[in-house]
């Protein structure tokens, strides 16, 4: 590499946000087949430059586009959550509930914080995939995690036919 492209690579580090999907995509083949892959600097500004790029195309319905960027970050960092959390969020959009579960999961063995959330989101997968006691199952986690999360509660009320609370 010249210290021309150096210095260019360092520019378009720091503005990743305002690249077009493509100058992003082209950096990041060139970190992937970089002979310094391991540059963690380098690896974070394109894993946030996904997970923002991603977060646009799913603002727009654009569901196939969100989920190849949360892959693209997934793979330079496979323990970020908010990958798997926004791209089984994005599967679900898609009524790909298997694959929803699959990043939820994810997202719940990664997710030190916000745990009953991600428990709520696996919950909702499973019981419009029809698995209702698995759905039952995280549901009543979420809520012992959180025993005041309303949505945990309403869905949990909903599951078993006992709507009478007031959520």
């Given at each position: 590499m010249t210290k021309k492209n150096n210095k260019s690579d360092r520019k378009h580090i720091s503005e990743l946000t305002r690249l077009t999907d493509k100058?992003?995509?082209?950096?990041?083949?060139?970190?992937?087949?970089?002979?310094?892959?391991k540059d963690l600097r380098i690896r974070k500004a394109l894993v946030n430059a996904f997970i923002t790029r991603g977060g646009y195309n799913h603002e727009k319905k654009e569901y196939n586009a969100a989920i190849s960027?949360?892959?693209k970050a997934i793979k330079l960092d496979p323990n970020c959550v908010d990958a798997y959390c926004n791209r089984g969020n994005a599967y679900y959009n898609k009524k790909d509930y298997a694959k929803a579960i699959i990043d939820h999961t994810k997202e719940i063995e990664l997710n030190p914080t916000d745990i009953d959330m991600a428990y709520l989101r696996r919950g909702v997968d499973y019981w419009l995939k029809g698995d209702l006691n698995l759905a039952l199952t995280d549901f009543t986690?979420?809520?012992?995690?959180?025993?005041?999360?309303k949505?945990?509660?309403k869905c949990l009320s909903k599951l078993t036919g006992n709507e009478s609370e007031s959520v």
């Open positions: 100058e992003v995509d082209y950096l990041y083949q060139r970190f992937v087949k970089s002979s310094k892959p960027k949360w892959t986690k979420a809520l012992e995690i959180k025993p005041d999360n949505m945990a509660q």
